[in-house]
Nanobody
């Protein structure tokens, strides 16, 4: 069973940048789609972005388009989320998850294995 570990979160001022990492252990995730979700206290979990197994297809929530970039390095068994121009409303726990890399919209895939999350806090 694959294990996912998120890292790279922290406190940053509005307008700043962070890069999150999602590293897999125990099993390669090179053949899986990988997604990032986020959840703020008292709020519903929301889809942020996802990437297919080969890195040729990506999808982004409207709220992060033009600011966030997802990428993957299958040789390192790691997926990254580069977050630029951060806003206070980006504050949340960010989770990575994996699911089958199907020929359907990436946001519609059921992501069935999850990491523990990493906190991102953006101050005003």
């Amino acid at each position: 069973q694959v294990q996912l570990v998120e890292s790279g979160g922290g406190l940053v001022q509005a307008g700043g940048s962070l890069r999150l990492s999602c590293a897999a252990s125990g099993r390669t995730f090179s053949m899986y789609a990988v997604a990032w979700f986020r959840q703020a206290p008292g709020m519903a979990r929301e889809f942020v972005t996802a990437i297919n197994w080969s890195g040729t297809t990506t999808d982004y929530a409207d709220s992060v388009k033009g600011r966030f970039t997802i990428s993957r390095d299958n040789a390192k068994n790691t997926v990254y989320l580069q977050m630029n121009s951060l806003k206070p409303e980006d504050t949340a726990v960010y989770y990575c998850a994996i699911g089958p890399s199907l020929r359907v919209p990436l946001s519609s895939i059921t992501y069935n294995f999850w990491g523990q999350g990493t906190q991102v806090t953006v101050s005003s």
